[in-house]
C-alpha cells in the first residue's frame, strides 16, 4: 500500500492521541526543576564539606543515579514518570530508570540472561555512540588544536 505524503499525515494525525502540552509542560519543568535543585543541593552539600567542585559533582551523579534506581526498585519512579513525563527522564534519573528497569522486570529469568542482558539492551546503545561519539570529538579536537 503506497501513500502520498498528505495521506500519512492524515492517518498519523488521527491515529496519535492529543498531548495535552498545557497540563504536561508545566509539570515536566517543575519536575525537571526539583531534580536540578535536588543535584544542586547536593553539590553545595559536598562541596561545604570540604569535597573540590569536579569530586562533589561526580559525587552528585552517583547520588542522583542512585536515587533513580531506588525509586525505580520500588515502583515509584514509574508513577512519578507519569505524572511529570520528561521532567523526569530528561535527566540522569532517567538514564538511570532506563537501565534499572528492564534489569529488575527481567531478574525471574536468571542474573545472566535476565537482569545483565536486558540492562544493557537500553543501554548498550546509548554508551556505545557515547563513547564513539566522545573519541571522534576528541580527534577532531586535538588535529584542530
Excluded at 65 to 87: D, P, Q, S, Y
Excluded at 92 to 97: E, L, R, S
Amino acid at each position: 500500500m503506497k501513500m502520498s505524503p498528505e495521506e500519512y499525515r492524515k492517518t498519523y494525525k488521527k491515529a496519535s492521541p492529543a498531548s495535552p502540552s498545557a497540563k504536561t509542560l508545566p509539570r515536566a519543568f517543575l519536575a525537571g526543576g526539583a531534580i536540578c535543585a535536588l543535584g544542586q543541593a547536593f553539590i553545595e552539600l559536598y562541596t561545604s564539606n570540604g569535597i573540590s567542585e569536579k569530586n562533589a559533582a561526580a559525587l552528585t551523579s552517583c547520588t542522583l543515579i542512585t536515587i533513580g534506581v531506588l525509586l525505580t526498585a520500588f515502583r515509584i519512579f514509574e508513577k512519578l514518570a507519569k505524572w511529570a513525563g520528561a521532567g523526569t527522564l530528561v535527566p540522569i534519573t532517567g538514564f538511570a530508570n532506563a537501565i534499572a528497569s528492564p534489569a529488575i522486570e527481567f531478574r525471574d529469568e536468571g542474573r545472566v540472561l535476565g537482569t545483565c542482558v536486558k540492562m544493557f539492551t537500553i543501554a548498550g546503545p546509548v554508551l556505545t555512540f557515547g563513547i564513539t561519539a566522545s573519541v571522534i570529538y576528541g580527534i577532531i579536537y586535538w588535529a584542530l588544536m
